[in-house]
């Protein structure tokens, strides 16, 4: 336990404030570009009748209740191990990123609700405003920028909840993007498409609320690491001087982080110390190569197999 809070406590010294720091600083700006946003196209959706430019700003709200989760995560994920969470608190992360996806659920069922009650009553869709239109192009460009911002970001400090958070907000872009084309349908005399712009939002925002909920649930219950990560930290354990072997490594996600398990095979006619340091030098190098968290290790002892004499 102490010794795993002394390494928390190194890499939080190293990497955690500058990782912190770029997460809060990408949110603090999509929550600013989101409110106001959100104020400018509904209003903008309520003056000029556009049924779609409306849930396009009731996505972009649902953007702004994001990032308030992923400020929420971010303060609690980067605590040091305690008495109550041995292992730290990453996974608030898988925890903020299942909420972000049931929130994005939630938002996609009910513009599918609203779109196609309208599309009942198609005597009831006006004609919208030529400004829902450059509302609509305007928020798509600034959706688009914002998009490739934070992904920018999450992919520099490897932050899979703000991945998450980024392709929220391309899914505005979309959405914008789908939006417009409705609006000059409607325009060019084509009433429906309004609300089919609407209904087909609806089905992209639900489809990536079911897609990050299900990725979530799935860290939440211990899925392990990719083949790919496995394989790499395999082969560092096995390139460790004096590890002759290895059985039953065990992945599993938390947070951005894995935590993991092996047995390793080691020669058993060697003292308990030396056992020790080789399994000490596996776990360090694997630690200090890949988002490994910790690394457990347990030493069998094995009789060295004698070398092939040559012929």
Not at 40 to 58: E, F, P, R, Y
Request: net charge negative; with cysteine; hydrophobic share 50%.
């Amino acid at each position: 336990m102490n010794e795993l809070k002394d390494l928390a406590e190194l890499e939080t010294e190293d990497a955690a404030p500058e990782r912190e720091a770029a997460t809060k600083r990408s949110t603090w700006v999509s929550v600013v570009v989101n409110v106001c946003l959100t104020i400018g196209q509904v209003v903008a959706g309520i003056w000029s009748g556009s049924q779609g430019l409306i849930a396009d700003g009731i996505h972009s709200l649902s953007d702004l209740v994001a990032d308030f989760v992923v400020l929420l995560a971010v303060h609690h994920s980067q605590k040091a191990p305690d008495d109550d969470h041995h292992y730290g608190h990453q996974r608030y992360e898988n925890a903020a990123s299942l909420v972000l996806g049931g929130l994005l659920l939630a938002v996609g069922v009910g513009m599918i609700w609203s779109a196609a009650h309208k599309l009942q009553t198609p005597e009831s869709i006006p004609t919208v405003h030529m400004t829902a239109l450059w509302v609509a192009i305007s928020a798509l460009v600034v959706k688009e920028v914002l998009f490739r911002y934070m992904l920018h970001v999450a992919e520099k400090v490897r932050s899979s909840m703000l991945v998450a958070n980024a392709w929220h907000a391309r899914s505005d872009a979309a959405s914008s993007l789908v939006v417009a084309i409705g609006i000059g349908g409607n325009l060019m005399g084509y009433a429906l498409l309004d609300p089919i712009a609407a209904l087909i939002v609806g089905f992209m925002v639900a489809r990536m609320g079911w897609s990050f909920s299900w990725d979530a649930l799935h860290d939440l219950t211990d899925r392990a690491a990719t083949e790919e990560q496995v394989a790499a930290i395999a082969a560092d354990i096995l390139a460790t001087p004096g590890v002759l072997g290895m059985h039953e490594l065990k992945t599993r996600k938390t947070g951005d982080m894995i935590l993991a398990d092996v047995h390793l095979e080691i020669d058993g006619s060697l003292t308990v110390t030396q056992g020790h340091d080789i399994a000490r030098q596996a776990k360090l190098t694997v630690m200090a190569r890949h988002p490994v968290l910790y690394l457990m290790t347990h030493v069998d002892p094995v009789t060295p197999k004698p070398a092939a004499e040559p012929t």
